[in-house]
């Protein structure tokens, strides 16, 4: 094949792919189910692996533990083997395929402590004061209302609860710390902790004390 044959299919792939990016993350889509293959890659496991991410956010046995947006089970799975039977992990996702999938490898591995909810952040599916720890992986971008989805897992967790948020480049939602830190302050979270990365970080939030602000219908950023 001729080079410029070569380099100009090249470039139309990388702008396909570019503008394939943008318009993903101006419509705030969840990562469709095909992608899944694509999303359990070593490059994501090398900066944000399921136990690293567990470790950051201090899993242990007996714990009941949310994993908001949890596709095929890539952390969620290895949670449940950390709260061990006495503890219980809630994935929720938006997404019918991805709880299929999840639930395939979950009866693969005979874990009995999984339970799933098909909801989107924010519609208000999630118990009041049950959990212990939260976390939301590469996700946070993916939810059209992020204030209404922050506050309803602050209701989620017990007292003093932690919520894990970790963002992972070149992720097309990526939210940078700045903006993630005044969304969660203003929703009623206080930063305990930040694990800083190249390309990724892990911000720990705890639910603070006393009410949240009451929702402002045009703060949806």
Known sequence: MDTGVILWTAAALLAL????????????????????????NPYFEAVAGAERLL??????????????????????????????????????????????ELERRRKRLGAGNVETI?????????????FDRAFLVAVLGEVPDRPAALREIRRSLKPGGI?????????????????????????????????RGLLAYTANFERADGPAEPPDPNLRS
């Open 17 to 40: 792919v570019v503008a394939i990016g943008l318009a993903w993350r101006c419509a705030a889509l969840p990562c469709p189910s095909w992608l899944i293959p694509l999303l359990e």
């Open 55 to 100: 470790g950051r956010a201090g899993i242990g046995p007996g714990m009941q533990v949310l994993d908001a947006g949890c596709g095929p089970g890539r952390l969620t799975l290895p949670a449940a083997d950390r709260v061990g039977p006495a503890g219980a992990v809630v994935a929720l996702d938006i997404q019918p395929r991805m709880l299929a």
């Open 118 to 130: 098909q909801a989107g952040l924010g519609e208000g599916r999630l118990p009041s004061a049950r």
């Open 163 to 195: 919520l894990s948020i970790t963002e992972v480049l070149p992720d097309p939602h990526y939210q940078r710390l700045s903006k993630l830190r005044s969304l969660a302050g203003r929703v009623g979270f206080r930063e305990v902790g930040v694990f």
